[in-house]
Structure formats: C-alpha cells, structure tokens
C-alpha cells in the first residue's frame, strides 16, 4: 500500500489552508506574552497576600504593654551590656524586636489579638495571645514569622557590613542568624515546636533530646526550668489532640509547605552562622 505524505502544497490544493510556521520573533513575543501573564499572576498573589499582612502589630496595646515592652527591653540591654559592648547589643535587641513584632504582623492578619510583648535576657523575647490560633497551621505560620522576619533584618545588617567592612555590623548579623536557628529548634517553648505540631510531633523527640544532652554535659537551673516548661508544653499539646483534633487537621499541602519553609530556612540560617562566625574568626585573627 502506497503511502501518502501531505505537504502544504497538497493540503491547499485539497482545498485546506496552506500550513505555515510561525516566524521567530513570532515564537518569541508569544513566549514573552505567556512569561508576563505568568509573572503577573505571581505579582497578584504575591501582592494580595502582602496585603493581608498590611495591620497594625500593635493594635489593642496600650500604656500597660509598651510600657512591659520597653522596660523589659532596657532590663534585656542591660543584662546583655554586662557581658557585650553596647553597640553590638542594641543592634541584637533590635534584630530580637523585629524578630517578635513578625509574630506579632501574622496574629493580627489572622484576627488574633496580642497580648504582651516581653523581652527576656539571655533567652530572647515572647509575644503573647489573648486568642489561640485556630488550627496547628495557623500556629506553625505565627511560628515561622519570626524567624522570617529576624532573618531578613540579619541580612540587612550583613549587608551594611559588606558596604562598611565594619566589623560590628558582621558581629550583629552573626548574633542575629544564630538567635534566629536557635528558635527554630523543634522545642515546645521555642518557635520550631509550634512549627513541628503542623508538620510532625515526632520532630519533638529531636528537640527534646538534644535539650536532656544539653541539660546533663552543663547543667544549670535556667536550663532545668527551661526542661521542664517544654516537658509541660508537649504534654499540653499531646491532651490537646485528644481533646480537640480538628486544631491539627492539617491537609498534607499545608504540612508540606510548612515542612518546605521551615527546613529551608534552618539550612539557609546554619549555612549563614557558619559563614559569618567563620568571617568573624578570621578578622578576630
């Protein structure tokens, strides 16, 4: 049996229209046209979620909460000039500040209202609730702001030091990437316990052995204490399943997405302590 190829001339004179590909540039500006209605896609979402988080961080607070906040973040200043020059400890408290006014910008874009804004030395800072979130993915997003938000002023400072080589700026972003991995810890108290509920409570058995290990090689009754408040924290967490399992109906997209978020920002922050305490080693040499 004879085969038959059809040719734009065949085809036009079986009376179709004559086949012709498209030009180059034609190619080109119709890539370009589906590349902008992607990007412009992106932008859209990008834009309406950062909408969402246009609020007030401190909405609702008043004389009582800037002033437990601000004395607070004296008494944290002080603490740490004792055993830091001045400078190098504002720029960390302020590093320690963004760090909690991030959690406190996604309680409020989730309808949450704050409560307090305290800063602890040696330890960090805490924002608390006057609402509990309303699902385990809700919390992980309160948790991972944080950390987000720290990061991005650490690297802003880093960035000074690159235009200044000024040693103080590489120190800050140093104290900064580490505070900041060290909250991501899957420790109940600690930013990475909220975040590990929505991905997995297994990470917690991470957490808390490194936290005994710790406890046994140094241990000191900050340390203890701190034990026995995520020890209490994840029994809380254990009878709050039982109790009301629809706060950890997670679907597997949004475990995903966290689990993705979190993993990546504990890399990026050890990959940037590392580089910058090493930078620090060397100029200190």
């Given at each position: 049996m004879d085969s038959t190829s059809v040719t734009p001339e065949s085809a036009a004179e079986g009376g179709g229209a004559?086949?012709?590909?498209?030009?180059?540039?034609?190619?080109?500006?119709?890539?370009?046209?589906?590349?902008?209605?992607?990007?412009?896609?992106?932008?859209?979402?990008?834009?309406?979620?950062?909408?969402?988080?246009?609020v007030n961080p401190f909405e609702g607070f008043g004389l009582t909460q800037f002033a437990v906040a601000g004395v607070s973040m004296a008494l944290s200043i002080?603490?740490?000039?004792?055993?830091?020059?001045?400078?190098?400890?504002?720029?960390?408290?302020?590093?320690?500040?963004?760090?909690?006014?991030?959690?406190?910008?996604?309680?409020?874009?989730?309808?949450?209202?704050?409560?307090?804004?305290?800063?602890?030395?040696?330890?960090?800072?805490?924002?608390?609730?006057?609402?509990?979130?309303?699902?385990?993915?809700?919390?992980?997003?309160?948790?991972l702001a944080g950390p987000i938000a720290g990061t991005f002023a650490s690297l802003i400072v880093l960035q000074f030091y690159k235009w200044t080589n000024t040693p103080l700026y590489l120190a800050i972003a140093a104290a900064g990437f580490a505070v900041n991995l060290i909250n991501l810890l899957p420790i109940g108290m600690l930013d990475g316990g909220r975040i590990s509920a929505a991905v997995t409570k297994w990470m917690w058995l991470l957490g808390g052995g490194a936290l005994i290990y710790k406890v046994a090689k140094q241990p000191n009754p900050l340390m203890l204490v701190i034990l026995?408040?995520?020890?209490?924290?994840?029994?809380?967490?254990?009878?709050?399943?039982?109790?009301?399992?629809?706060?950890?109906?997670?679907?597997?997209?949004?475990?995903?997405?966290?689990a993705v978020t979190y993993f990546f920002l504990v890399v990026?922050?050890?990959?940037?302590?590392?580089?910058?305490?090493?930078?620090?080693?060397?100029?200190s040499r």
């Amino acid at each position: 049996m004879d085969s038959t190829s059809v040719t734009p001339e065949s085809a036009a004179e079986g009376g179709g229209a004559p086949l012709k590909r498209r030009g180059f540039f034609a190619r080109i500006f119709a890539a370009l046209v589906i590349a902008a209605g992607v990007v412009k896609a992106i932008l859209f979402i990008a834009v309406d979620y950062m909408r969402g988080l246009a609020v007030n961080p401190f909405e609702g607070f008043g004389l009582t909460q800037f002033a437990v906040a601000g004395v607070s973040m004296a008494l944290s200043i002080a603490a740490y000039a004792t055993k830091a020059p001045l400078p190098l400890v504002i720029g960390f408290t302020i590093i320690i500040l963004i760090h909690e006014i991030g959690h406190a910008v996604v309680i409020r874009a989730k309808g949450l209202r704050t409560g307090m804004m305290v800063f602890i030395p040696f330890i960090g800072g805490a924002v608390t609730l006057k609402d509990q979130p309303r699902s385990a993915y809700d919390d992980a997003q309160i948790g991972l702001a944080g950390p987000i938000a720290g990061t991005f002023a650490s690297l802003i400072v880093l960035q000074f030091y690159k235009w200044t080589n000024t040693p103080l700026y590489l120190a800050i972003a140093a104290a900064g990437f580490a505070v900041n991995l060290i909250n991501l810890l899957p420790i109940g108290m600690l930013d990475g316990g909220r975040i590990s509920a929505a991905v997995t409570k297994w990470m917690w058995l991470l957490g808390g052995g490194a936290l005994i290990y710790k406890v046994a090689k140094q241990p000191n009754p900050l340390m203890l204490v701190i034990l026995l408040l995520v020890a209490f924290q994840v029994y809380a967490s254990i009878v709050r399943e039982k109790d009301d399992k629809s706060f950890y109906d997670v679907t597997l997209a949004q475990r995903t997405a966290i689990a993705v978020t979190y993993f990546f920002l504990v890399v990026f922050l050890g990959h940037q302590t590392w580089m910058t305490l090493d930078r620090l080693g060397a100029l200190s040499r």
